[in-house]
């Protein structure tokens, strides 16, 4: 990758370690639902302008606003509920160092469902000691009163949802349409599901109006953390590949612990950095990329 692509993978960690803070923010004045229904609707508006802008036109196939459905529901709607309502009882950056478990559970996933993506044992080694770390971090008390598993469990569920996605999203490899409309299908499909339950569950006149700072944490989280993100998300995956993409895995904890220290004032426990570390050493095990390197400097390459 050359410096302007590093640049763009760092930006997106940012904007997506962000995504948790500000939804750490927004979850002491509004509930979750409303959170993640007002995150997809303002980005989906933000998108479906900015291709009227470019004088793209939305499909109006029923196979393609299908896909678009499916996409929202393992993409958006699960994993963001999840994860808000995680948020309301865990720290902005456990749930990010959890949340970095996607691309183990994508191993699995990818491995059971598909035939071109098998499981390799570096692979199989770097799951292993990912989820050694997941088990560090929740520890033997995990079962006690007070123990915060559930919320745990419930950002485990986001990173299994977004493995699921990703062999799912293939789908739209097929149909042959530019990703931002991909996004935009994805993020209006995701509204749609979401605003009759939001309206039975959480009715938007029930809610208090919160602060100006948690609107403006709503907004970043919409239009930078989600619509520009997506963006950028595209334009790595096309200029770099999706291999280095994976990359942004490594960053995106960095990027939400260093944010939640600085403007929350959270602070991690021992066994959360040594979780971490362990997660982060079987990301590089699946990546592969770090091994090779080494390999190759040993055998004097």
Same mark, same amino acid.
């Given at each position: 990758?050359?410096?302007?692509?590093?640049?763009?993978?760092? &930006?997106?960690?940012? %904007?997506? #370690?962000?995504?948790?803070? *500000?939804? @750490?923010? !927004?979850?002491?004045?509004? =509930?979750?639902?409303?959170?993640?229904?007002?995150?997809?609707?303002?980005?989906?508006?933000?998108?479906?302008?900015?291709?009227?802008?470019?004088?793209?036109?939305?499909?109006?196939?029923?196979?393609?606003?299908?896909?678009?459905?499916?996409?929202?529901?393992?993409?958006?709607?699960?994993?963001?509920?999840?994860?808000?309502?995680?948020?309301?009882?865990?720290?902005?950056?456990?749930?990010?160092?959890?949340?970095?478990?996607?691309?183990?559970?994508?191993?699995?996933?990818?491995?059971?469902?598909?035939?071109?993506?098998?499981? &390799?044992?570096?692979? %199989?080694? #770097?799951?292993?000691?990912? *989820?050694? @770390?997941? !088990?560090?971090?929740?520890? =033997?008390?995990?079962?006690?009163?007070?123990?915060?598993?559930?919320?745990?469990?419930?950002?485990?569920?986001?990173?299994?949802?977004?493995?699921?996605?990703?062999?799912?999203?293939?789908?739209?490899?097929?149909?042959?349409?530019?990703?931002?409309?991909?996004?935009?299908?994805?993020?209006?499909?995701?509204?749609?599901?979401?605003?009759?339950?939001?309206?039975?569950?959480?009715?938007?006149?029930?809610?208090?109006?919160?602060?100006?700072?948690?609107?403006?944490?709503?907004?970043?989280?919409?239009?930078?953390?989600?619509?520009?993100?997506?963006?950028?998300?595209?334009?790595?995956?096309?200029?770099?590949?999706?291999?280095?993409?994976?990359?942004?895995?490594?960053?995106?904890?960095?990027?939400?612990?260093?944010?939640?220290?600085?403007?929350?004032?959270?602070?991690?426990?021992?066994?959360?950095?040594?979780?971490?570390?362990?997660?982060?050493?079987?990301?590089?095990?699946?990546?592969?990329?770090?091994?090779?390197?080494?390999?190759?400097?040993?055998?004097?390459?």
């Amino acid at each position: 990758m050359g410096p302007a692509d590093w640049l763009l993978l760092v &930006t997106l960690s940012v %904007l997506w #370690g962000g995504s948790f803070l *500000f939804t @750490g923010i !927004a979850v002491r004045e509004l =509930p979750p639902l409303t959170i993640v229904t007002l995150r997809v609707g303002i980005a989906a508006v933000a998108l479906l302008a900015l291709l009227r802008v470019m004088g793209i036109a939305m499909p109006v196939t029923n196979r393609f606003w299908l896909v678009c459905f499916g996409m929202g529901l393992l993409n958006n709607v699960v994993p963001f509920n999840l994860s808000a309502w995680a948020q309301t009882q865990i720290t902005s950056g456990l749930a990010a160092i959890l949340n970095a478990t996607t691309p183990l559970f994508a191993v699995l996933v990818t491995h059971a469902l598909t035939e071109d993506e098998k499981a &390799t044992a570096p692979k %199989l080694v #770097g799951v292993v000691v990912g *989820f050694a @770390g997941v !088990a560090l971090m929740i520890g =033997p008390d995990a079962f006690s009163a007070d123990s915060a598993l559930l919320p745990q469990l419930a950002v485990l569920g986001c990173g299994l949802s977004y493995a699921f996605s990703g062999v799912f999203g293939r789908r739209f490899k097929a149909l042959g349409q530019p990703p931002i409309v991909a996004a935009a299908g994805q993020l209006t499909a995701s509204t749609a599901l979401l605003l009759p339950v939001l309206f039975v569950v959480d009715p938007p006149w029930t809610t208090p109006l919160p602060s100006a700072g948690v609107l403006a944490a709503v907004l970043a989280l919409a239009l930078a953390s989600t619509a520009f993100a997506y963006i950028l998300f595209f334009r790595i995956l096309a200029s770099a590949g999706a291999t280095n993409l994976m990359l942004v895995t490594f960053l995106i904890p960095v990027s939400a612990v260093l944010l939640g220290a600085l403007l929350l004032g959270e602070r991690l426990e021992a066994k959360h950095a040594a979780g971490m570390a362990l997660i982060a050493l079987g990301l590089a095990a699946i990546d592969g990329r770090l091994f090779a390197l080494a390999r190759r400097r040993l055998s004097g390459g």
